[in-house]
């Protein structure tokens, strides 16, 4: 059933912009606790990104958490897959030089199942009312209206506009609130490429079983002459690809045919297997996929009545498989504190100096696995990969790094 928006009539109003998993969770985390929210999408509909996104490891104290402490543990569960947690990792001929199976635990704070973001994201849609969720609003602009209240406007594409007492950036990587609080911008990692995929039926097919022999379960990274092929097997059957290569140029042709014809030639020396995987890729699902991030320490002083998460606020590369735990602890914490403050009644400059608490602690952990990510983007487009990509993942594992992200 989803959760009940009902509250007192002088609660503040709260808008939450961006309906990804860091909004979705924090708009999950206010509903549950009785406290009403409203989050504004760019999107029309869930329906626009239904062929995008990775498939995430959800750790138990973040990602996991999240769910968890809001009712969905058993949703997770159902749409989770322990054997995506396979990995292998090698060079351009595609063959393995390390290989890791799911571990068998009887402790499941031990595990970190994979789940499709689209799967995710659903599951906290289908928690909350419809009418929590704005969708088509894209935000154009934000201003201040008070210096003494905090509260904000925001204007949306669709011409229609709305006051909030607290805004919570949850807009990604091009955040429109993020000035509000940073004058930094995100750096391009000299790291250009596209996200790719074959459909789950011809993933199926006979024709087909080399390339699902060489992915495997879960995921599979392959990296050389400063290229990587990332390829993940998703829970529908899809298998989805990211192509990066090292590039002074951001772009990356959206068109189909010139999508492939230019993966053809980086990937002209690659194993006919990856060669195959481009050649065969769905024409409805090709996304360019620029690297850009965040200095690492990226931090700002807190801004009354305004504040942001996720990748809005410590944007990586996804060489850490952080980014999702990051947002979703992120909006957990910050939904949590809100809910309390609110709940209680407390001044507003008490509610401010939680918001702030919640901001220092997203800061520092957000610190820790950016410079986990950028070294590991390095060692994955080195000229001695993918030796160097194996050796730092070998050390992040035996540090048991992964824990922590």
């Known amino acids: 059933m989803p959760v009940s928006t009902t509250a007192m009539s002088s609660t503040p109003r709260i808008a939450i912009i961006g309906g990804g998993i860091g909004g979705l969770v924090v708009l999950l985390t206010l509903l549950r606790r009785g406290i009403p929210a409203t989050v504004y999408e760019r999107d029309r509909d869930l329906n626009v990104r239904a062929h995008m996104g990775s498939t995430l490891d959800l750790g138990w104290e973040s990602g996991q958490r999240a769910l968890r402490e809001n009712g969905l543990e058993a949703q997770f569960k159902v749409y989770s897959r322990v054997e995506g947690e396979e990995l292998r990792l090698g060079g351009k001929d595609g063959i393995p030089l390390f290989r890791r199976s799911p571990e068998e635990t009887e402790d499941e704070k031990e595990a970190r199942p994979e789940i499709d973001r689209s799967a995710l994201r659903k599951i906290m849609l289908d928690a909350v009312p419809p009418d929590a969720i704005k969708w088509g609003h894209m935000l154009t602009s934000i201003r201040p209206l008070n210096d ?3 509260c904000h406007e925001l204007t949306f594409s669709n011409g229609l506009t709305a006051v909030a007492d607290i805004v919570v950036g949850a807009d990604g990587a091009s955040s429109r609130v993020r000035p509000l609080v940073s004058p930094i911008s995100p750096i391009y990692h000299e790291v250009s490429g596209v996200e790719i995929s074959i459909t789950p039926e011809l993933a199926a097919c006979t024709a087909m079983s080399d390339i699902r022999e060489a992915v495997g379960q879960g995921s599979c990274f392959l990296s050389q002459d400063r290229k990587i092929m990332a390829l993940q097997r998703n829970g ?6 990211y192509a990066w290569h090292h590039s002074s140029d951001p772009y990356f042709p959206a068109e189909p045919a010139e999508a492939r014809k230019t993966l053809l030639e980086i990937y002209s020396d690659w194993a ?3 060669r195959k995987f ?8 090709v996304y360019p996929r620029a690297l850009y991030y965040l200095p690492v320490g990226h931090r700002w002083e807190h801004k009354p009545g305004v504040t942001v998460i996720g990748d809005g606020a410590h944007l990586m590369s996804p060489a850490a498989g952080a980014g999702a735990n990051l ?3 992120d909006g957990f914490e910050l939904g949590l504190a809100l809910a309390d403050a609110l709940s209680k009644g407390v001044p507003a400059e008490e509610r401010e100096a939680a918001v702030a608490d919640v901001e220092k602690k997203m800061f520092a952990r957000a610190e820790k696995s950016a410079a986990l990510s950028y070294g590991n983007l390095e060692a994955f487009m080195s000229t001695d ?3 160097s990509a194996v050796d730092k993942f070998t050390a992040f594992i035996e540090s048991d790094g992964r824990r922590e992200a």
């Not at 529908?236 to 690809?241: F, K, L, S, T, V």
């Not at 481009?278 to 699902?285: G, L, N, Q, T």
């Open 385 to 387: 990969a993918p030796q």
């Open 327 to 329: 947002a979703m602890l």
């Open 278 to 285: 481009i050649e065969h890729c769905d024409e409805a699902a």
């Open 272 to 274: 006919p297997w990856v």
């Open 148 to 150: 003494s209240t905090h």
């Open 236 to 241: 529908d059957g899809r298998i989805r690809a």
